[in-house]
């Protein structure tokens, strides 16, 4: 019989009130500050007794190729997006809610925090980690459930773009949802995921800063 902590612990890992709760409290944290739903996902981890492998977070054979794999994979799928995926759909070229970035310098230090530690670090340990972690254990590990999985976390991500980025937000997370998330459904490892995030947002932030955006969305398709 299960008794004092490992009762908490059940329950934190079950779907009762006690675990729906946690999910709502590790959801809420960004709102407070970023990266606070990551840090609050490892806390559910270490309190409900699931091994941070569950998250995904295993070590890779080598963190040098992972770190070089996972930040070229994260540049040229920026690109691509840039180049190719977003014109197709007729995004604007330029992402007006961070435009304020071109040329502004004393912005950097703030966004690259956001994009490296919240994004890379944070968004991937939510929704890749977190969640699929937590639907595996409603829908199960099957191909049709891990298919479900995939296209679930990839919605609630592109849900989560919408108030700051707008449609074009919601189309660019939607595909960056899908891509990330089959890798992860694939792998079940998060640390190449983490460096290509972040590469990608770098990267992003790169075009926006330098006013390469319409130069780079224009550059296949006119």
Known sequence: MLQGPDVFAARLRGFGPIGLLAVAVIIAGNFLVLPLSAMLVLLWAQASKTPWSALGFTAPQSWTRTAIVGTAFGIAFKLVMKAVVMPLLGADPINWHYH??????????????????????????????????????????????????????????????????????VEQAAATGLVFGTIFAARRQIWLLMFAHAAFDVTAVALIYWNWEERVAHLLLR
Request: charge should be neutral.
């Open 100 to 169: 304020y970035i071109t040329g502004n310098g004393a912005a950097l230090p703030g966004v690259l925090y956001a994009v490296v530690f919240g994004a890379g670090f944070g968004e991937e340990t939510l929704f890749r980690g977190f969640f699929f972690e937590r639907l595996g254990q409603l829908f199960g590990r099957g191909r049709v459930a891990q298919t479900a999985i995939v296209l679930l976390t990839a919605s609630l991500f592109a849900l989560a773009h919408y108030p700051d980025q707008g449609w074009p937000g």
